[in-house]
């Protein structure tokens, strides 16, 4: 198993049932849910319809199934980055590498995580959740407020919103090609210092 195959599908998965999902996936960020059709996801793996259905209720059974696995893998990059105990500047600069890994090896996790996070990550619990993308991000510029790395000048949510949108854009852009491929990360690392720093 290589990419987003590795945390899609569990072990005892079928062939169709792997298949099916890094389809749909790959379908749900280039066209959106709505855009996607099962017939769709089944002309793309090999299978038919009826196999899905075999799996999924519904497509939109299929979708919640994605954006749960897509969240937690993005959640726990985000957690181990920017774990507490190191200094502000080492944390941003883990973040940037996590999020650089995630955009060469499994840039679905991001994109669709995205754009989809209004829909349906309130379908979930608090329990289910984990902890907040937003909220590890806060606890990240609130630290390097503390430490007078971070401007206290800014509100840390606008610097929080600052943040997340600026890497998600550069993540669309450089999926849909609006970016070169080799467009380096490492460039966006000063932007991101220069927009929170004092």
Do not use: W
Not at 76 to 92: I, K, N, V, Y
Not at 97 to 118: I, K, M, S, W, Y
Not at 189 to 196: A, D, F, G, N
């Amino acid at each position: 198993m290589t990419g987003v195959e590795v945390f899609l599908v569990d072990d005892r998965d079928p062939p169709s049932k792997r298949r099916m999902l890094v389809e749909a996936l790959r379908l749900f960020v280039e066209r959106g849910v709505d855009g996607t059709t099962v017939r769709d996801i089944a002309a793309a793996s090999g299978y038919s319809n009826p196999a899905l259905f075999k799996f999924f209720a519904s497509k939109e059974e299929l979708a919640l199934h994605l954006f749960a696995r897509c969240y937690t893998r993005l959640g726990e990059r985000a957690a181990s980055a920017t774990a507490p105990g190191r200094p502000f500047g080492e944390r941003l600069d883990a973040l940037m590498r996590a999020f650089g890994e995630l955009l060469d090896e499994e840039p679905e996790v991001l994109l669709f995580t995205q754009d989809n996070l209004r829909l349906y990550l309130p379908r979930f619990s608090a329990e289910e959740r984990g902890p907040s993308l937003l909220g590890l991000l806060r606890g990240l510029i609130g630290d390097g407020v503390a430490s007078g790395e971070v401007t206290a000048e800014i509100p840390v949510d606008l610097l929080v919103a600052a943040l997340s949108g600026t890497v998600a854009q550069y993540a669309r852009m450089r999926h849909f090609d609006e970016l070169p491929r080799g467009a380096a990360l490492a460039a966006l690392r000063p932007l991101v210092t220069r927009m929170v720093t004092p």
